[in-house]
Each structure stands twice: as structure tokens, then as C-alpha cells.
């Protein structure tokens, strides 16, 4: 888990300062005063940062050892990042229920690095409350600033195959629904509705008359988690880091969602990270009905080449092609984006694309000898570098028959 330094605790309690004291007469008392102020801002700033770190020591046990993001597929740079809580262990020990790939079209992604600190990011509308860009160990957050209030993403529609995730962070939960996101129609009303924690330990999805519960056991509900929702039609799936928590057959009771709310509530203001909605993918009828495969769901921790057990659904895919087609051979190969070095991606795609082959022969049984790998670095994009959505699908992992 990640310790956190937000960035603009100390320009808002220097606000609050500022609005909350009367007008200062000129002269020595004016610089007297103006100290005074600067050596409580400074002492409320420590305050707010050291509540929130020993909140999340608590919640962990690892002290000041933070967990490794990770990032989809290739790049130097984090992209969507894994539960913190759930980012190891072996892929025998990730459920079957987990069954979410990202789609691979990207249509909205945003890590909030266009955007100054403490201020409300570009792309994204507010429906209401308080919202501001902070930073983590480095790392850009999307901020709750007040109580509660609640976001919309800038995009146009939702296609009939989506997938929509996040990061999400949050301590001293107690009591408080932290994270609501809903699917809304074009009147603004509401489809369905997820909600976390709810009843203490809960993750509960409500669409119409259906109020789905699933607890969460054997991780901490406070700290950092990867929310993922996937939509087929009017199915509707969703996931808390490794696990399914939402299953629900038809949410079209109360029309068509054609886009997103996020809201965030608790007094330790909730933040979010990494958001990223793409369309698709399609059903795995015949993985390699093109002869490749082109895969975002294949997760690494960040500058490692250790592919992450989140990375199981794809390999099951790629395994069970494999064990029902004995002849095929195929190539796997790395792609990151441009952010870095190129000689540095160019190695890392390579050993990325080793790992997977180790990974299938080791964990899933398929033969070594059916793999070869290599890797392109940032020499191959499949999208433009210069926006996040195009490095987002810059980063990925491919299957190509031999």
C-alpha cells in the first residue's frame, strides 16, 4: 500500500486560513500575524498527512512499505493499477468468478497528469461537491474534497460491449459508503447503482427491485482497490480487485445507461486514479480467428517483469485455446508506450513477453516449446503517444500464431 502525500492539504488549509481571518492591520503586526498563519497552516497540513498515514498502517500492518502499482500490459509508466492488498500470490489462487478483461478500444483514460494540482481535471464534468487533482508517492489522484460529491467523465454514449475501471483509495471508512458509481440514461436517471463499503464490509449492485450483497473477506476495506465493471448488452458484471461482486442478468428495467456518475464520500476524502473506459472485448468465440490476439488484460507491477495473478482471465483464455488447438504455435510479443527511455522499454517488453511464455509453460501447462516471445519497446504504436488514451492502447501484449 502506498503511504499518502496529498499535495493540496497545505494550498486548502492555507485557503481556509486566508477566508477565515479578519483583515490584518498594515505595519510589524501585519508580518507577526502572517507568521502565525503560515505555522498553522503548516502544523494543520503535517496533522491531516500523519492521520491518513497511520490510518492506512493500521489498515495494512506493512508500515511504511508501500505496495507496487501495477501497470496494463507494457509501459514504463503506471497505467491501470491492481488492488494494492491483492497484488501478489499465484494464479491457481485467483477464482474462476474473476473473469473481467479490459476492452481494447480505449475510449477515455485519464491519470490526471494534464492537470495542475488542486485543481478540478479537464475532462470530467461536476455534478456536484468539491473535487480537486492531488498526488500520492508521485502518483496523480482524483480528489473528494468535500463530504461527498459526485463526478461525470466528458464522453459521448456507451457502446453495447464496455468496461469501465479504477483505482480507488480510501481510509476511516467506518460508517461511510465511500464510492457510489452509477449508470445513468440521457434523462439523467438511474439504471443501476454500486456502492462501497456498504453495511460495514459490503459490496452491494441495485438495479430495479434487485439488491445484490457480497462481503468482502480476507483484505482490509480500507486502502487502495481496483474497481472494475464490465457490460454486455444489458448484463452488467462487477469486481472489487480479484473477486466478482456483482452479477446482474438485466439492468434495462429503467432504460439504456448511456453514461457513468463516480461519487465519493467520507470525511477522510476518498479519491480515485487511472480511469479507463473502453468498448469491448468481444466474446472469445475463436481467440485467434485473425491469427492475433491483442490484449490490454495482461498486468505487470510497475518497471517488473512479474506478470500479475489479475492477469489470470486472459491466460486461462490463451491456455484453453492452446490445450484445444495442439498444433498452433504462436509469438508473444511486449509493446509499451513512448514515457521512458526507449532502450529501457525495448528491454522490458522482451522480459514481459518471456514471463508470459514462463507463466503458460509453468502455471497453465502449456508447452515451452509452442512460444516464441520478443518484445518492441515503443517502435510499434498502435494509437498516437500524444494523448492518454492512445499510450493507454500503445501498452499492451500480442499472440500471433506462427
Known sequence: ???????????????????????????????????????????????????VDDAEKAATGKGDKAAPASDASGGAKDSVAT????????????????DFVPGDSVLFFDDFT???????????KLVSGTF?????????WLRCASNDGEIRMKTSGMPDL?????????????????????????????????????????????????????????????????????????????YLDRER???????SAQGAAEEFNI???????PMIANVRFAQGPRPPKDLLAEGKLVTHGILFATGSDVVLPESA??????????????????????????????????????????????VLSTQFGVSADRFQTDGKGDMQPVSSNAKPEGRSMNRRVEFAKL
Request: hydrophobic letters at 40%; one cysteine or more; glycine letters at 10%.
Open 313 to 358: 482471465p486472459v491466460l486461462r483464455q490463451v491456455a484453453g485455446y492452446m490445450g484445444t488447438n495442439a498444433d498452433v504455435k504462436l509469438k508473444i510479443t511486449g509493446h509499451t508506450d513512448n514515457v521512458g527511455a526507449k532502450d529501457s522499454n525495448l528491454d522490458l517488453s522482451k522480459r514481459r513477453a518471456a514471463s508470459v511464455a514462463k
Open 162 to 238: 464496455w468496461t469501465l475501471e479504477f483505482d480507488f483509495y480510501g481510509v476511516n471508512l467506518q460508517g461511510a459508503i465511500a464510492l457510489k458509481v452509477s449508470g445513468r440514461t440521457k434523462a439523467d436517471q438511474q439504471v443501476w447503482l454500486a456502492m462501497f463499503p456498504y453495511s460495514g464490509s459490503g459490496f452491494t449492485v441495485q438495479s430495479g427491485s434487485i439488491n445484490s450483497i457480497t462481503p468482502i473477506e480476507g483484505s482490509p476495506i480500507e486502502g487502495r482497490h481496483h474497481v472494475m465493471f464490465l457490460g454486455r448488452g444489458s448484463a452488467l458484471k462487477v
Open 263 to 269: 461519487g465519493l464520500g467520507a470525511p477522510s476524502k
Open 1 to 51: 500500500m502506498r503511504r499518502i502525500r496529498i499535495a493540496s492539504a497545505l494550498a486548502c488549509f492555507a485557503l481556509l486560513a486566508l477566508v477565515a481571518a479578519p483583515v490584518a492591520r498594515s505595519g510589524i503586526m501585519d508580518a507577526v500575524k502572517q507568521k502565525a498563519k503560515e505555522k498553522t497552516t503548516k502544523k494543520a497540513a503535517d496533522a491531516t498527512d500523519k492521520a
Open 114 to 124: 494534464q492537470d495542475d494540482l488542486g485543481e478540478f481535471p479537464a475532462r470530467w
Open 83 to 98: 488492488g494494492g492488498a491483492k497484488g501478489s500470490g499465484t494464479f491457481s489462487a485467483v477464482s474462476t468468478k474473476f
Open 132 to 140: 480537486e487533482v492531488a498526488e500520492m508517492q508521485g502518483q496523480r
Open 245 to 251: 461482486v456483482g452479477n446482474i442478468p438485466d439492468v
